[in-house]
């Protein structure tokens, strides 16, 4: 098992940064750890993905650029900082693990909580 636990959500205004942490406990060893979010009234979507042995990193086109994922493997903590935020941003912001290989957009056996986002104009 493996839980995972995110913080570092809140309002923030449009244009803004937030960093999202998302700490990892239990039996770590993942192949990808990823960010997921869902937007009010909408289904959950992928965000971002990082090989958790390091490297490669994925991002889903409307948060290139803006989006960074990383990773603490001495604190088994995983980042996102996101930067330039705009309204459509606001979500539920999951972290998750996968400990397959595979399509980094699905197919998470782990999921945390969720923490909140709100990005106003």
């Known amino acids: 098992q493996v839980q995972l636990v995110e913080s570092g959500g809140g309002l923030v205004q449009a244009g803004g940064s937030l960093r999202l942490s998302c700490a990892a406990s239990g039996r770590t060893f993942s192949r990808y750890v990823g960010w997921f979010r869902q937007p009010p009234g909408k289904e959950r979507e992928f965000v971002a993905a990082m090989s958790w042995s390091g490297g490669s990193t994925y991002y889903t086109d409307s948060v290139k650029g803006r989006f960074t994922i990383s990773r603490d493997n001495a604190k088994n903590t995983v980042y996102l900082q996101m930067n330039s935020l705009k309204p459509e941003d606001t979500a539920v912001y999951y972290c998750?693990?996968?400990?397959?290989?595979?399509?980094?957009?699905?197919?998470?056996?782990?999921w945390g909580q969720g923490t909140q986002v709100t990005v106003s104009s």
């Open positions: 998750a693990a996968k400990t397959t290989w595979g399509d980094v957009r699905v197919r998470y056996d782990y």
